[in-house]
């Protein structure tokens, strides 16, 4: 485990990054080397990754004057690590087996005030001949047998933040481990004490904080930032036409003005200013960020 802070940006190799990554990626940057943090990226790559995404998004990356500290690390390469954590929790009591469907936990009644999909318990007190009947129907996730509804975390732009913990899942009926785990036991491991990311996250955090104080490590100070929406108050994406540098590129709109754009958008530069990452940090205030979203629009490009 790292002892040496710092701040990370973890995409999923899935494909090209789109202007709120790349917004996203530049914030976190900018958080970590304005407070002296190494800077780490890592390829959340569990889930699914298209060949060759990893190296365009690190390219583009680059191309905005993002640096990082190496090694880039791969979740598929962590996947011992992993199961050895869950392995420990299993023998400390603190897992069960749960061989529930999705379309079962949505159906399922839950209790008052939990969020919609929140994990009604269904699986948690199985004796084991129920299992084992059900072992031979379906394969079981593990899910974390937490002892806590509510936790709290603390963000730099939305303060004390208290939200729900479930019995969320560590693994998944496939053996693959789960986003929730793998992002507390990599943040323990590199050092990582400080998470930006979208601000769609936030009600996630408790339950990864829950879970790092579980495996006795000290939870990440969060800044979670707006998110870029497309006109219709959506979260942007690439159905919303040219939103990678690489499409833009080819619409004849330089990256040097997608950073400006970005960098505008954050309120540190002005429209069509050149800028570079190097004079963005000298400028950055977090305290000064904007608290809404950025609609992203085709005419931000004209």
Request: charge should be negative; aromatic fraction near 6%.
């Amino acid at each position: 485990m790292s002892t040496q802070r710092a701040g990370r940006y973890a995409p999923s190799p899935s494909g090209d990054l789109h202007v709120g990554n790349l917004r996203t990626a530049l914030l976190a940057w900018l958080f970590a080397r304005t407070t002296g943090r190494r800077f780490l990226i890592r390829m959340e790559d569990l889930d699914r990754a298209a060949p060759g995404a990893d190296s365009r998004q690190l390219a583009d990356l680059e191309a905005l004057g993002i640096d990082w500290d190496p090694p880039v690390v791969h979740q598929t390469d962590r996947i011992g690590t992993y199961r050895s954590v869950i392995d420990g929790l299993r023998e400390d009591g603190r897992t069960f087996e749960c061989f529930c469907t999705r379309r079962e936990i949505l159906e399922a009644p839950s209790a008052p005030h939990a969020p919609q999909g929140a994990y009604p318990g269904t699986c948690r007190d199985l004796t084991a001949a129920e299992r084992d009947e059900r072992r031979a129907v379906r394969p079981p996730a593990i899910r974390l047998r937490a002892d806590v509804e509510v936790f709290g975390v603390d963000d730099l732009l939305h303060g004390a933040y208290s939200g729900t913990v479930d019995d969320f899942v560590l693994q998944r009926n496939d053996g693959t481990p789960a986003y929730n785990l793998a992002v507390v036991v990599d943040d323990a491991a590199q050092g990582v004490d400080q998470v930006v990311r979208g601000d769609d996250l936030l009600s996630s955090a408790p339950r990864q904080a829950y879970l790092a104080t579980l495996l006795g490590a000290i939870p990440p100070t969060y800044a979670h930032v707006p998110m870029v929406l497309n006109a219709n108050g959506i979260r942007l994406s690439k159905r919303d036409g040219a939103v990678t540098l690489a499409d833009l590129a080819a619409d004849g709109v330089p990256t040097s003005t997608v950073l400006s754009r970005i960098a505008h958008s954050l309120g540190i530069a002005d429209r069509d200013e050149p800028v570079r990452a190097e004079q963005l940090a000298k400028r950055f205030d977090p305290a000064a960020l904007p608290t809404e979203p950025w609609f992203l629009t085709a005419d931000e490009w004209t």
